[in-house]
């Protein structure tokens, strides 16, 4: 004989995702701002230890990390930024714009949208591609 436990006909249970807000992703943004401000100035340190030329692996580490805590403060601080001004400037679509602008960067498709973003503005990314690979070149010959 099976015994049934009260409940059990509505495993297995579909929770709904939570439900994010603005408030909600600036809070977070925040706390990842000072986290990577932290490493990044711990890893600026560690990376001034080396010598401007050096290219070791443990100097080219160093500068690695350093280079990405400074991308991801910067990342988060932007964000914050743009964020309390939708806010105070659309508040009643604040939470909206906020799930989806996470959404779009957490999703990785940032590089695809860019490309699609550009275009709907007439704008030509392998032109600005190639002109970018000019100038490197353009650079290093001189």
Do not use: N
């Amino acid at each position: 004989m099976t015994e049934h436990l009260e409940g059990q006909g509505m495993l297995p249970a579909e929770f709904p995702e939570p439900v994010l807000t603005c408030d909600l992703i600036i809070e977070r943004e925040l706390k990842d701002a000072f986290t990577q401000w932290e490493l990044w100035t711990h890893y600026s340190d560690e990376h001034r230890k080396f010598g401007l030329h050096d290219k070791s692996d443990a100097a080219m580490a160093a500068l690695y990390r350093y280079l990405m805590h400074l991308r991801a403060y910067i990342g988060s601080a932007v964000t914050v930024d743009l964020l309390r001004t939708i806010q105070g400037m659309a508040p009643g679509l604040a939470d909206d714009i906020a799930r989806q602008f996470d959404w779009t960067h957490e999703s990785g498709e940032s590089g695809e949208l860019l490309w699609d973003w550009a275009k709907e503005r007439g704008i030509d990314p392998e032109t600005i591609i190639d002109e970018a690979k000019a100038e490197i070149i353009k650079r290093e010959v001189t």
